[in-house]
């Protein structure tokens, strides 16, 4: 059984910088045809999909976060991580990584989720 947990800060100041990582266990982040995503849910709002790193290549951001927003990966310790800068109150959200599984550009699903965890932007 695959298992995602988010670590990270929970408060934050406007303008800093935050990681999130996301650990996995039970499966391998270079496996064949996953790909890691992170998401957020701002509090009241509906999901937002922030990006992603495969199996194998680079990572992608959405545009919408792409000048603030990086994902990268430490296959040694079986973990990707989400690097948002100059944040504001408007990324307070809870981050959730995912896995989905995709071959030849056809989706399978996010078949795992980690629990989610909350970072709270405020001064």
């Known amino acids: 059984q695959v298992q995602l947990q988010e670590s990270g800060p929970g408060l934050v100041e406007p303008s800093q910088t935050f990681s999130l990582t996301c650990t996995v266990s039970g499966g391998s982040i270079t496996s064949n045809y996953y790909y890691w995503i992170w998401i957020r849910q701002p509090p009241g709002k509906g999901l937002e999909w922030i990006g992603y790193i495969p199996y194998l290549g680079s990572p992608y951001v959405s545009p919408s976060l792409k000048s603030r927003a990086s994902i990268s990966r430490d296959t040694s310790k079986n973990q990707f991580s989400l690097h948002l800068r100059s944040v504001t109150p408007e990324d307070t959200a809870v981050y959730y990584c995912?896995?989905?599984?995709?071959?030849?550009?056809?989706?399978?699903?996010?078949?795992?989720w980690g629990k989610g965890t909350l970072v709270t932007v405020s001064s």
């Open positions: 995912a896995r989905e599984g995709k071959v030849a550009g056809a989706s399978s699903g996010m078949d795992f």
